[in-house]
């Protein structure tokens, strides 16, 4: 193939191939509007415009536009030479322009680009677009070279030119601004966030972060608050708490056990097989090996030195407290005991746990870590004082307590006797001055002791009163006027009640009887015979009017309330069996209490053992005022007191062996039941309940003494008579100046 001419190729007429519309193709053929090879893009400049169109529009605005300018600027018409247009065509065409926008133009049927024709307004009539075509393409058929394939023409116009479509609008670039301003609030929030969590650190949260490193270096000492005291009437002590030491054992660190079980065994009194199982190690339920073990208790501190000197590795002791009772066990049943852990556990020591209790103590402080285990000067330190316990006084006398025990004990001892109480009650307070049971236990080493040994029997130990009852029926039959001190009535040997026969001991075979004989004589005939002209209602109430059938509230632990038997659960020989003291239940505080109306001119007053309270500064509270009712006018307990001198002073009458020289004493003697659960067990009661002096009693004193194998009766008389005369020996209360009543048994 011939190379390229440099020179553009012109048709017959001188133009440049494919300048114009007209111009036909090779062959003669015509050729459709807007399309031509693709060498008429040749003198295209990137702007889709030709050479000339170019220099026209720089040239002035004296040339025409349209068709007209168009024809005007064709070749042979400018009076320029071709040569010269050619060359500065030439030269004003940019060499860096895209070299396919040509191309593009000449697919887009020559048309401008659509870009710039979007912003400016369309022209009128369509503009002629000159063409510049190589040469060769003015060549004939004839030539060599084959013609160019033909391209599709695109559809006619029809009418006016299709407006340009709009040009894609451009993406908006952000604002600089507004990401400055975006980026400078992000940067204030961030830094105000801070602000406000370092406040918060620093005001806020810094106790709480400061705390958990002091946690690591704070020790605590418990200061344990003293347990309050119990005193009796004179403010002897009874119970209290002195400071002792405890001493144990970490089994971890315990290089030799049996070594050191021998060692310690006899300073703490404590087996050697018994320190070594303490000792021995050991895996705790959770899992963890046992690092503390008591090993004992409220050890002396000069023991607790002792132990200290050996150096035992893993042995130590530290701060205790130990309840100490001086007098063992005197009133230990009345007092009770505590646990290791000062909690009262039995006696008052349980019932005024909550009053008697401290409140503990502690000391924190800081220490230092490795070799410098000491408070840190300066560091933080905290100190909860202690508060101690309140105190308690109580109505009983020391000396009386421990005397009575002492004769009480030797006269059970005589009888073989299991169980047994005696109560000594103040006129008219109402006071307990003594409060005794049998057996007793040492409260200071209740270790080992029995529970039934610790029970405190003037108010568990639930009786059949018996004969002692007799005092309530003949107040009742006195108050409602079924009697007088004069009465008397034949009395036989035996009288039925339903299908129970109820006999005398001292039988009067029918004869006329007094009162007074009837009580000195203890007849069960005379008192059923009172009782049903009193009636049962009349009984039951009086009975519980003499505090009979409900606690009296003394203030002791598990407190018995008896029982009584209502009128409409009586049967036949219940008529029998209730005014003479059985078929009622009973324990010998009620009894004491009972008498103590009669002894108080009729009026019953609630038994006291709590004088008052003592706070730990000291300040005194008395306790409140006892509960009181009458029951008799002062004319009938009068004459009843009479009735009862007559058991101590007639001839052969029960209570004999109660008279106490120099004094005139009234009292009844009682056999009855012990009973447990509501079963009557074996043996019997004896009893007597009297008051000294009986003109102007000051005292009562109830003795209830239960012997499996009898015998009762020969120590309860006895017993009355030493423990009441004991008791008027230390108040110093001189002896009667008016002569006994003489008393007729059997009246004409």
């Known amino acids: 193939m011939a190379p390229r001419p440099e020179e553009p190729r ?3 007429t001188g133009s440049r191939r494919g300048s114009s519309r007209a111009a036909g193709n090779r062959g003669g053929e015509p050729r459709e509007p807007g399309v031509g090879g693709i060498s008429d893009a040749r003198s295209y400049t990137p702007r889709g415009r030709t050479v000339r169109e170019s220099h026209d529009e720089r040239a002035g605005t004296g040339r025409g536009t349209g068709r007209d300018a168009r024809v005007a600027r064709q070749p042979g ?22 070299p396919f926008r040509p191309a593009l133009q000449v697919l887009d049927g020559g048309r401008t680009g659509a870009g710039r024709t979007g912003r400016r307004a369309a022209p009128a009539a369509r503009t002629t677009v000159i063409r510049t075509v190589d040469p060769a393409s003015a060549r004939g058929p004839a030539d060599d070279e084959p013609p160019p394939p033909r391209r599709r023409s ?43 969590r370092l406040v918060a650190l620093q005001a806020v949260d810094a106790p709480a972060y400061a705390g958990g490193g002091v946690e690591d270096r704070l020790r605590k000492v418990d200061l344990p608050a003293p347990r309050g005291a119990i005193y009796d009437r004179d403010g002897n002590p009874l119970a209290h708490s002195v400071e002792a030491r405890y001493v144990f054992a970490d089994p971890t660190r315990v290089e030799d056990v049996p070594a050191a079980a021998e060692a310690l065994s006899p300073l703490l009194g404590i087996p050697v097989s018994e320190l070594t199982e303490r000792m021995t190690p050991r895996t705790r339920a959770d899992g963890i090996r046992s690092e503390f073990e008591y090993l004992a208790r409220g050890v002396d501190i000069e023991v607790a030195k002792e132990i200290l000197a050996l150096e035992l590795p893993g042995i130590g002791a530290h701060r205790d407290e130990r309840r ?16 290791p852990d000062m909690v009262g556990l039995e006696g008052l020591e349980a019932r005024y746990d909550d009053l008697l209790d401290g409140e503990d103590g502690k000391r924190v402080f800081e220490i230092g870590n490795g070799d410098l285990k000491a408070p840190i000067p300066g560091g933080y330190r905290e100190t909860t004082e202690a508060k101690p316990g309140s105190s308690i006084r109580l109505t009983v006398d020391r000396d009386l307590q421990y005397r009575t025990q002492e004769i009480f004990s030797d006269q059970m001892a005589k009888v073989n006797g299991s169980t047994g109480a005696v109560v000594i009650m103040e006129i008219p307070t109402g006071e307990i001055l003594t409060q005794a049971s049998h057996p007793t236990y040492n409260a200071a080493a209740p270790r080992g002791s029995k529970p039934t040994d610790r029970e405190d029997a003037a108010t568990s130990f639930v009786v059949d009163p018996g004969s002692v009852h007799k005092a309530i029926t003949f107040g009742a ?3 409602e006027g079924v009697i007088t001190a004069d009465t008397a009535f034949p009395v036989e040997n035996v009288i039925v009640k339903g299908d129970t026969p109820f006999r005398d001991t001292h039988r009067a075979n029918g004869q006329r009887m007094s009162v007074a004989g009837m009580m000195a004589y203890s007849s069960n005939v005379g008192t059923i015979k009172i009782a049903d002209q009193l009636g049962k209602e009349k009984l039951y109430e ?12 003394v203030g002791m632990p598990g407190e018995a309330s008896g029982r009584l038997l209502p009128p409409a659960e009586w049967s036949d020989s219940s008529r029998g069996s209730v005014p003479i003291g059985h078929s009622v239940d009973a324990t010998p505080l009620q009894m004491a209490a009972a008498y103590g109306a009669i002894a108080n001119n009729g009026t019953w007053v609630q038994p006291r053992l709590i004088k008052e309270t003592i706070d730990p500064d000291g300040k005194r509270t008395p306790t409140k005022p006892p509960v009181t009712r009458s029951v008799l006018s002062p004319e009938n307990a009068k004459a009843l007191r009479t009735i009862l001198e007559a058991v101590t002073t007639v001839e052969d009458a029960t209570g004999v062996t109660a008279a106490i020289p120099g004094y005139r ?16 067990q074996p043996g019997e009661v004896a009893s007597f309940i009297g008051m000294a002096p009986a003109e102007n009693p000051r005292y009562v004193i109830a003795v209830f003494a239960h012997t499996p194998g009898g015998g009762g009766g020969a120590i309860a008389g006895p017993a009355f008579r030493d423990i009441m005369g004991f008791t008027l020996r230390h108040y110093k209360v001189p002896p009667t100046g008016e002569k006994r009543p003489e008393f007729t048994v059997y009246p004409r």
């Open 10 to 12: 012109r048709d017959a």
């Open 77 to 98: 018409l400018s009076g320029r030479s071709e040569r010269e247009e050619r060359t500065a065509a030439a030269r004003r065409t940019p060499r860096s322009g895209d």
């Open 154 to 196: 695109p559809r006619p116009a029809t009418g006016a030119r299709r407006p340009a479509r709009k040009p894609r609008r451009p993406p908006l670039l952000a604002d600089p601004r507004r990401r400055l301003r975006l980026g400078t609030v992000l940067t204030l929030a961030l830094f105000a966030v801070i602000g406000i």
């Open 324 to 339: 100490d009772v001086p007098g063992g066990d005197l009133a230990a049943n009345l007092i009770g005991f505590t646990s």
């Open 477 to 479: 039959a006195l108050q």
């Open 542 to 553: 009086y009975q519980q009017r003499f505090g009979l059938g409900k606690p009296t509230g």
């Open 665 to 680: 004493v009234a009292g009844k003697t009682g056999t009855g039941w012990r009973l447990v659960d509501g079963k009557k």
